[in-house]
Structures are given as C-alpha cells and as structure tokens.
C-alpha cells in the first residue's frame, strides 16, 4: 500500500453514545440469532449508529456526496412490473447457468446463486424470496492502493457501487421479463451481502471480516438479486482462505484502530472472524470508506489469488503449512 494512513483521532464526540455494535452484533453470544441492523441502512429505519452515519455523509467531499446520492437514487428501479406470462422452467441447471452467463454480459465479475439463508436476513426485516442471486465487481487495485483512505479511494468505491447497481437493476429487470418477481439489492441494503456470496460460493470470510475471493481477493463490491426463479444453487467453496489468515496477521497489524483481532470469536453462536465495530466505524467514518484491511491483504493483489489457492490447498494436502 504506497499510502500513509491518518491516525485514529477524532473530530467529534457522542453527545449520548450509541449502544456498543459489538453488543448488538452478539459478540460473545453463545445462541444462535438473526442479526440486527445497526449502520449503512436504506434509510427507510432508524438504526442505532445512524448519528454516525450522518456525520459520514455530511463529512464527505460535494463530489463523493452526490456520487453516493446517485448511487442510491438508482435503486428506485430495483423493483418493478412483472411480466404476466410466466417462462416455465424444466432445467433449474440450465437457468442458473443462464443467468450467470447474462450477469456477466451486464458486467459481473463474478455471479452465484444460493437459497435465502436466515443469516443473510436481519431481524425484523425478512424478504419474502426463495433464491439469492449474488454478484461480485472488482475495483481499481492501484488507484485504492494510493487513495485508499482519501476521498479520491471513497469515489471509487463509489463507482464500482454504481456499476454493481447498474448490473443488479439490469439483471433483475430480465428475471421478471420471464414472469418471475425480482429485487435487486446494493449498498446500504436491508440484507447482508456476505453471507450470501458465502453462500453462493463466491468466496469466503477473511479475518478481516471481509469477503476473499479467488479472483479479486477482497478488492471488490458486492451486490444481490432476491427472486423466485427456480435455479441450481451453488455451494460454498474452499479456496484455502483459513490456511493462510490462520498464520498471517497483516490486516491484523496495517489496522489503523486496533480493529481486527488474531483469533475468531463466538458471535450470536457462530465462532467466526470477527472485526470490533466499535473501534473499526469511526475510522471508516473518518477515512472516506476506510479500506486499508482489504487492501493489505495478500490475496487482493491483481493475479495472485489462483496461485495462492492453490499453493495452500496443496500444502494442506502434503500437511506442510
Ligand atoms: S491480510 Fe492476512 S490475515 Fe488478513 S484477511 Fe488477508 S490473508 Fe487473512
Ligand atoms: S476498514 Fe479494516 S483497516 Fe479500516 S478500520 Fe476497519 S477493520 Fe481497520
């Protein structure tokens, strides 16, 4: 990274200070439960970080601002008219393999499909759909790696977010061409884009509590269709990503807040990689969209990540890692 990040000081204060996130994520919870919504909502909810969400938004450059309304202002086409003719399908296989191939003519870099899982919804906020379509879009490596806790690292974040919308409003669009009801989800949505690409084997949980992906490592935006189309769903894969955070701490030590712990931690009865929200949301805030742990990580470097998969999954066959 060629950037030098600003340090964790503050220029603000809580007047009344929310209720802790790792509290109400279920840290140390030994129950299993669905998640509650807590910052980056659609807006349409009071959360309880939302004070802070306001100070990001009004912090943030005119130009990032207007990007962000942009970007949301889309979503207004997220849902729309079905058709009334209904397109039969007799090859689930077929379909699944069809929509991925149109997710990648709309720009996809990566698309996978997978049954709405509890995890992925949050409390109180259930969607009434049976299939989740999930969609990667990489970013600029080497414009985050010089930007990427200033404005110019949030615009491009901000583009790629506005491109991932653009594909999941297109995609979702064709779905109900077929006759079949389709939503499409981006940023600030009402349900947790990782889990589902988890889920839809796009990739898997990093330490730094991001998603890590064969292809783009963790230098990519996430983005869903929720529908009903009958497909073939994906299964999660295995590319090694534990082999390697088990022994490596550099997102743990380039973090600037002290955010990211070493070791997984029990969370509402799921012991996962965990990332402290109370120390991490403020430097986010701060930083214009603070990315410093995704873009440390060995496996975001354009090109590295086949050969890192494998050279860990060979190793753990030979038990040399
Ligand atoms: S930087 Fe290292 S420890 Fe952190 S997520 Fe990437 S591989 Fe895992
Ligand atoms: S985004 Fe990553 S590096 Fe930045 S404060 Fe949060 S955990 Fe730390």
């Not at 007047?15 to 807006?43: A, W």
């Not at 992925?120 to 970013?139: L, T």
């Not at 949505?189 to 991001?210: F, R």
């Not at 990689?273 to 109370?278: A, H, L, Q, S, T």
Request: aromatic share 10%; hydrophobic share 40%; glycine share 8%.
């Amino acid at each position: 990274m060629k950037q030098t990040c600003p340090a964790p000081s503050y220029a603000f204060k809580y007047r009344s200070r929310p209720k802790s996130g790792n509290e109400i994520n279920g840290l140390g919870e030994t129950v299993k439960r669905k998640p509650v919504q807590i910052f980056h909502s659609s807006g349409f909810r009071k959360v309880e970080w939302e004070a802070m969400e306001l100070f990001f938004l009004m912090t943030m450059p005119f130009k990032l601002f207007i990007k962000g309304l942009r970007s949301r202002w889309l979503l207004r086409k997220a849902d729309g008219t079905i058709a009334e003719k209904r397109a039969k399908v007799s090859d689930p296989d077929a379909m699944a393999r069809k929509i991925k191939q149109v997710a990648g003519q709309f720009g996809a870099g990566a698309a996978g499909i997978t049954t709405l899982a509890e995890e992925a919804q949050f409390e109180n906020i259930e969607k009434p759909y049976k299939y989740a379509i999930s969609i990667a879009y990489p970013m600029d490596f080497e414009l985050m790696d010089e930007h990427v806790t200033d404005a110019k690292g949030g615009l491009e974040a901000l583009r790629a977010y506005t491109e991932i919308t653009h594909i999941v409003i297109k995609l979702a669009a064709y779905i109900r061409k077929l006759g079949w009801p389709a939503r499409a989800y981006c940023e600030s949505a009402d349900i947790l884009h990782i889990p589902i690409a988890i889920n839809a084997g796009i990739g898997e949980l990093g330490k730094h509590g991001s998603l890590i992906t064969k292809e783009f490592g963790s230098n990519l935006r996430l983005a869903t269709v929720l529908t009903d189309l009958p497909m073939t769903v994906d299964k999660p894969v295995d590319i090694a990503v534990d082999d390697l955070c088990l022994a490596c701490q550099r997102c743990t030590k380039d973090c600037p807040a002290d955010a990211i712990s070493n070791a997984k931690q029990l969370v509402r009865g799921n012991k996962k990689w965990y990332v402290d929200f109370d120390k991490c949301v403020p430097y986010f805030t701060k930083t214009y969209g603070c990315g410093i742990c995704i873009q440390v990580c060995p496996w975001s470097k354009p090109g590295k990540g086949p050969g890192l998969s494998e050279k860990l999954l060979s190793n753990r066959l030979s038990g040399s890692h």
